[in-house]
T-cell receptor, first 113, second 112 residues
Framework: NAGVTQTPKFRVLKTGQSMTLLCAQD?????MYWYRQDPGMGLRLIHY???????AKGEVPDGYNVSRLKKQNFLLGLESAAPSQTSVYFC????????????FGQGTRLTVV | AQSVTQLDSHVSVSEGTPVLLRCNYS??????LFWYVQHPNKGLQLLLK??????LVKGINGFEAEFKKSETSFHLTKPSAHMSDAAEYFC??????????FGTGTKLQVIP
């Protein structure tokens, strides 16, 4: 089925470890986004990309890096994980920008201990 | 500043009864508004969106929402709840290029 696929679905990290979350979409969308979801706070934008080779900071970018080397993939990196980064991470993609609606992946539940 | 407020964190209804999930927004611009649904362990799915056309918007699975500018509201309704509607619902306001604000979510419980 077409859509947005996130890898992995679950992960436990120790403080200070690094990891990369992968988001892949097969809808040829230009726009891709990484959000984090925390209880009682809705979704907050970490970083986004408006096309291959481009990235931009969102609302809560500190502690994260991203890359968009291929149009279909958007990677989110944590260089040195902290307990405050325990969250559920969602990737989204859109043909016309998130302001027009977006498709979301199933989420990655990350726990930093 | 743009914001969105979902007035209830939890709503419980009996199967077959109407659903009302409330959302109020503030925006300096003419906003676009969305409702998304998130089933357990799933991603967010777009239910419906308002983009300054008809004020009554119909979405998937029998849901609809009405944009009321005078009340700055965009409440989500469904005439008859089904067990499969149990999920978390997010109201979202768009206020410019790449800028959206998500509400904090309303968890809908459907009682058999």
């Amino acid at each position: 089925n077409a859509g947005v696929t996130q890898t992995p679905k679950f992960r436990v990290l120790k403080t200070g470890q690094s990891m990369t979350l992968l988001c892949a979409q097969d809808m040829n969308h230009e726009y891709m986004y990484w959000y984090r979801q925390d209880p009682g706070m809705g979704l907050r934008l970490i970083h986004y990309s408006v096309g291959e080779g481009t990235t931009a900071k969102g609302e809560v970018p500190d502690g994260y890096n991203v890359s968009r080397l291929k149009k279909q993939n958007f990677l989110l990196g944590l260089e040195s994980a902290a307990p405050s980064q325990t969250s559920v991470y969602f990737c989204a993609s859109s043909a016309s920008g998130v302001s027009y609606g977006a498709f979301f992946g199933q989420g990655t539940r990350l726990t930093v201990v | 500043a743009q914001s969105v407020t979902q007035l209830d964190s939890h709503v419980s209804v009996s199967e077959g009864t109407p659903v009302l999930l409330r959302c109020n927004y503030s925006s300096s611009y003419s906003p676009s508004l969305f409702w998304y649904v998130q089933h357990p362990n799933k991603g967010l799915q777009l239910l419906l969106k308002y983009t300054s056309a008809a004020t009554l918007v119909k979405g998937i699975n029998g849901f609809e929402a009405e944009f009321k500018k005078s009340e700055t509201s965009f409440h989500l309704t469904k005439p008859s709840a089904h067990m499969s509607d149990a999920a978390e619902y997010f109201c979202v306001v768009s206020y410019g290029y790449q800028k959206v604000t998500f509400g904090t979510g309303t968890k809908l419980q459907v009682i058999p």
